[in-house]
């Protein structure tokens, strides 16, 4: 079945600590995208590529990092520098073009413990 | 930027119709999505509109556009205690490069 898959589905940091949760899609879709959920807030866009080897930053890409080596894969670091990461964390992936939805994993849940 | 606003709480009895509103700022928006959110999963795809369309049925469910308002309306016939959920309205513009969406509708259906 081709999908999208978010892990871990739970994960804890320590202070000072970087994380960092894996999106693996197999739609062969060349957008992935990056959102981070918090209560009453909606989704909001942490980073997103639309092409291997490039991205670009969304409204909220400070603390965090992306890399996009292969087209599959699109890994998030949470870094130290993210006062607040406690939060849902969702991957999206869509083919190009201006009629394709998103598609979205499962969530990550972030938690500082 | 883009805003794309809901109601946060809606409440229904199961049976009922359940219309779950949605407003939106961005005049080149193009198409214009539905998705569901269990709890603790991610968003599932209900339905969407194309901007130059007023309304789509798909089963149980009506979207209506009202463009010249830019309000968009989701209707939920007979609706049931398994329609709970996190509802997400979502517009993208013409590149169709990024989604914004609204802060979700919690739909509570009480038996």
């Known amino acids: 079945d081709g999908g999208i898959t978010q892990s871990p589905k739970y994960l804890f940091r320590k202070e000072g600590q970087n994380v960092t949760l894996s999106c693996e899609q197999n739609l062969n879709h060349d957008a992935m995208y990056w959102y981070r959920q918090d209560p009453g807030q909606g989704l909001r866009l942490i980073y997103y590529s639309q092409i291997v080897n490039d991205f670009q930053k969304g409204d909220i890409a400070e603390g965090y990092s992306v890399s996009r080596e292969k087209k599959e894969s699109f890994p998030l670091t949470v870094t130290s520098a993210q006062k607040n990461p406690t939060a849902f964390y969702l991957c999206?992936?869509?083919?190009?073009?201006?009629?394709?939805?998103?598609?979205f994993g499962d969530g990550t849940r972030l938690s500082i413990l | 930027g883009e805003d794309v606003e809901q109601s946060l709480f809606l409440s229904v009895r199961e049976g009922d119709s359940s219309v779950i509103n949605c407003t939106y700022t961005d005049s080149s928006s193009t198409y214009l999505y539905w998705y569901k959110q269990e709890p603790g999963a991610g968003l599932q795809l209900l339905t969407y509109?194309?901007?130059?369309?007023d309304m789509k049925q798909d089963q149980r469910l009506t979207v209506l556009l009202n463009k010249k308002d830019k309000h968009l309306s989701l209707r939920i016939a007979d609706t049931q205690t398994g329609d709970s959920a996190i509802y997400f309205c979502a517009e993208t513009e013409n590149t169709g490069n990024q989604f914004h969406f609204g802060t979700g509708t919690s739909l509570t259906v009480i038996p």
């Open positions: 999206a992936s869509m083919e190009d073009g201006t009629d394709q939805p998103q598609h």
């Open positions: 509109i194309f901007s130059n369309m």
